[in-house]
């Protein structure tokens, strides 16, 4: 099954400018703005496999790496994910790379210059990426809830696209195709979405995703009354805060 995208920009040709050019690629924007089915299609696109880590604070070199692990009585030395994407020739994804370990970040370094190459301290091997492998990262900048920051110096080790939300005409499409929702609905989804988006005073650590809609609109597809699944998709996935899940559940009443 093919991964449905549609285009905002120029940004499937960057990417495969990127690809081809054996530059890594940074994607910025919000959650749930449709940065990873991006990178998704982009894989798809061009016939390569892709290898996803959804780094967290946890997430260390050897993580990335690999370890060795006691495998049938012997040692065993087993590549973690960054060392199977370079030996394969795939794209790899690091999914919200600020959140990783300094650690983490540094033994990607020497794959983001021209040296392409990655050294394994612990086994001694250095491998040189093939001209088909390619770093993509991913990092939100307005991610309240972490203080991490990315380096300025990792920062420009990367070509980079912006990503935000897409028009209200685009991100109803999407939701239609994706939820299978009728078009009317998915277009109220949106005006909910954009309302609340607009309504800063709320404070809410992060807005209505595209993502969510789409589970809104799935919930709906199956009967689920609206309200009850823009409540359900939308508005409790968002905050705990009585007030404000009150706030949104006037706009969804006043909406759909």
């Known amino acids: 099954m093919s991964v449905f995208y549609l285009p905002q920009g120029r940004e499937l040709e ?28 982009m894989a798809e696109e061009l ?12 997430t260390s070199a050897t993580d990335l790496l690999g370890r060795h692990l006691l495998i049938d009585g012997d040692t065993r030395w087993v590549d973690g994910p960054v060392t199977r994407a370079v030996r394969q020739g ?6 919200e790379i600020a959140e990783a370990r300094a650690d983490a ?17 612990r086994t001694g091997e250095t491998l040189h990426a093939p001209a088909e492998f390619m770093l993509i990262v991913s990092y939100n900048p307005g991610y309240q809830r972490s203080m991490r920051e990315m380096k300025p110096s990792t920062r420009q080790r990367f070509v980079s696209l912006s990503f935000d939300f897409p ?8 939701v239609v195709e994706e939820s299978g929702v009728a078009a009317d609905v998915a277009k109220r989804l949106v005006g909910i979405a954009r309302k609340v ?15 969510l809609l789409v589970s809104a609109g799935k919930l709906i597809a199956r009967n689920v009354p609206p309200r009850l699944a823009c409540m359900t998709a ?13 706030a949104i559940r006037q706009v969804i009443e006043l909406s759909i």
């Open 14 to 41: 960057v990417f495969k400018h990127a690809w081809e050019a054996r530059l890594p690629l940074m994607v910025k924007g919000p959650t749930g703005c449709g940065k990873t089915r991006f990178i998704q299609h």
């Open 197 to 211: 988006r607009s309504l800063h005073e709320l404070s809410l650590l992060e807005s209505v995703s595209t993502r």
């Open 234 to 246: 939308i508005a409790e996935p968002l905050t705990d805060e009585p007030e404000t899940l009150a």
């Open 105 to 121: 970040l540094v033994v990607i370094h020497s794959l983001t210059d021209h040296r392409r190459e990655l050294f394994l301290d």
């Open 90 to 95: 795939a794209m790899l994804y690091l999914d």
């Open 47 to 58: 016939s390569r496999p892709l290898i996803t880590v959804s780094c967290n604070e946890d």
């Open 167 to 174: 028009s209200a005409e685009n991100e109803a499409r999407i």
